[in-house]
């Protein structure tokens, strides 16, 4: 008799791991930021979505920075140099990596533009 082997589904690798940020705050300075895994890695962000300026600010400092998209499940991404030469995604958001004692709240840092972005006097494409 031939039994048919089934498939067994086995859970992703520990190291594989990349989950949706959760809400936490930090233990040292007690501020708002977000916590997610990425392949396995444990990473925590600042919630506030920052500019080009900022960026570049966040990566002299040493501090990586992430992106998360705005369509579909917000999965947080580490922004490669290939990413951060592209500039800012057109449907997601940077997010600098958590560092206590730094704000990103000011004007000159944050990511003002919309999230979608339309002209609202356009004529009907179709
Ligand atoms: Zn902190």
Same mark, same amino acid.
């Given at each position: 008799?031939?039994?048919?082997?089934?498939?067994?589904?086995?859970?992703?690798?520990?190291?594989?791991?990349?989950?949706?940020?959760?809400?936490?705050?930090?233990?040292?300075?007690?501020?708002?930021?977000?916590?997610?895994?990425?392949?396995?890695?444990?990473?925590?962000?600042?919630?506030?979505?920052?500019?080009?300026?900022?960026?570049?600010?966040?990566?002299?400092?040493?501090?990586?920075?992430?992106? =998360?998209?705005?369509?579909?499940?917000? $999965?947080?991404?580490? +922004?490669?140099? #290939? !990413?951060?030469?592209?500039?800012? &995604?057109?449907?997601?958001?940077?997010?600098?990596?958590?560092?206590?004692? =730094?704000?990103?709240?000011?004007?000159? $840092?944050?990511?003002? +533009?919309?999230? #979608? !972005?339309?002209?609202?006097?356009? &004529?009907?494409?179709?």
């Amino acid at each position: 008799m031939v039994t048919s082997k089934k498939k067994r589904e086995r859970p992703a690798p520990r190291y594989l791991v990349t989950t949706i940020p959760k809400v936490s705050r930090c233990i040292k300075c007690r501020r708002v930021m977000l916590s997610a895994y990425v392949f396995g890695d444990r990473i925590t962000i600042d919630p506030q979505p920052v500019n080009l300026r900022a960026e570049a600010m966040a990566l002299i400092m040493g501090i990586g920075t992430y992106e =998360m998209s705005l369509i579909g499940k917000p $999965y947080p991404r580490h +922004r490669n140099k #290939f !990413d951060i030469r592209d500039g800012l &995604p057109s449907y997601g958001r940077v997010h600098p990596q958590h560092c206590c004692g =730094m704000q990103w709240t000011d004007p000159q $840092y944050r990511d003002s +533009r919309k999230i #979608f !972005d339309y002209d609202k006097n356009a &004529p009907c494409p179709f």
